[in-house]
């Protein structure tokens, strides 16, 4: 076992979380704002095509949600192999990961046949229908690099770091800006694709992430010191762990990606508009969501990495820091959406129709508000969920969140539909509450501190004194105490 590997700065303090979170941010706002720049392009191109974009890319994102989730706690193994300074079995772990990624994208070929099925049965427009097929299957077909690059980004994030991923984030969102215009509209000698180019821009953006990634892991000092290649053979063990614990994260994802794909299916059946208009509201929703999710994994890379380390009071103090930036974040775009909503609009019906786009926007609107409401708990779902499954606690997750997706906001949104005709202000009204519950379950969870005890790495046998007459359990605690005064200290 390697010594204790520590962060630049100070542990348990504000500094910490945002050298760690603040280019995690920038690289989760960046994916938001491809998601954003695909959608802009596509309403500009037609209705039907923002339409069919949000139902075939959740029901791809259901398809590949259980490998996804599995793929991304990836990330918890690597911090907390990394805390106890076991740098080889971070290295093995990203290979185990590595492995299910590309198993699993060749099984995501074979729903590409059934594309036209899986859409004729929501019973869309006819015309929508057509391009949500023919969008999920191309995203189907470039399912192991979407999940790969999620994977190989796990072995920079959980070490703390992040800017490696931001970069190539950044460049992955350029590449998929440059051809999602040239593929949609037919610009630069491209061909002229309309929705079918948005999802192949989309492939490439994450292929190109996918090359810089393992370029990266040809460098040095990820070849010595972390011995990435040598480790990089199947280790039935540590994969079958892997699967104990991202398990239940994959089967997490899937419940509320799936909670969410059905919610929006209903959605569509109320109405062309009305499925444009979620689609859009969800978008805008993306621009606060999606970046502070780059708090969630920077909190659980730092709770992953103090239980490594086996110092759970620093996890606590980093935690309540993160909520209370992300619960700010989120307030000042609920006031965006409440105040300020033809600001955030005025991209989108630029180029658009304003025949078209007038009764769209009057219910993104009202939307808005809901979103509004719910933002703050969000906040809380995101940076306390994130903190406990950085511990281990994935079972409560899986479970709570999978009861609360469908019984709190799919099975209302579905009675409303069969028996009132379809009402989009019950369906939105019971997205609002789900959110709000879950925000303040996983609060509950943290506070009781369970997770506390929890951890995904094997027991190592107890290391030799690491200071005059103490023991390596006793300088941990006495490093905690110290971490815990000094900033108290520095702050007056």
Known sequence: MQPHRSLPHQPGTFRELWAVAIPLVLSSGSLSLMHVIDRVFLTWHSTDALAAAMPAGMMHWTVISVVLGMVTYVNTFVAQYDGAGRTDRAAAAVWQGCYLSLFSGVLFLF???FSDEIF????????????????????CVGSAPVTLSCCLSCFFSGRGDTKTVMYVNLVAVAVNGVLAYGLIFGKAGLPQLGIA??????VFAHLAAVAMYVAMLLRRRERIEYGFWRNRGFDRELFGRLLRYGLPTGFQYFAE??????FI????????????????AFNLNSLAF??????????????????????????????????GLTATYMLAFAAVYVFLPNAVLALYSLQGSAEDFGPIRELVYMLLRFVALYSFFDAMAIVFGSAVRGAGDTRFSLVFTAIAGWSLMVVPTAIAFWFYGGNLTIGWGACSVYVTVVGLGFLWRFQAGKWKSM????ETPTAAPTSIGQPHFVQHAATETADMIEPTIASR
């Open 111 to 113: 729903v590409v046949g």
């Open 120 to 139: 004729a049965l929501l019973k869309h427009a006819a015309s929508v229908q057509r391009l949500e097929a023919q969008y999920f299957s191309i995203l």
């Open 197 to 202: 180019g948005a999802g192949l821009a989309t």
């Open 257 to 262: 990606i799936s909670g969410f794909t059905v």
């Open 265 to 280: 299916f209903l959605v569509g059946s109320i109405g062309k508009n009305e499925l444009a208009a979620t689609s859009l």
């Open 290 to 323: 999606i970046p502070m999710l780059g708090v969630g994994t920077a909190v659980m890379t730092l709770v992953g990495r103090r239980i490594g380390e086996q110092r759970p009071a620093l996890a606590v103090r980093t935690t309540w820091i993160a909520f």
């Open 455 to 458: 951890r995904v790495i094997e």
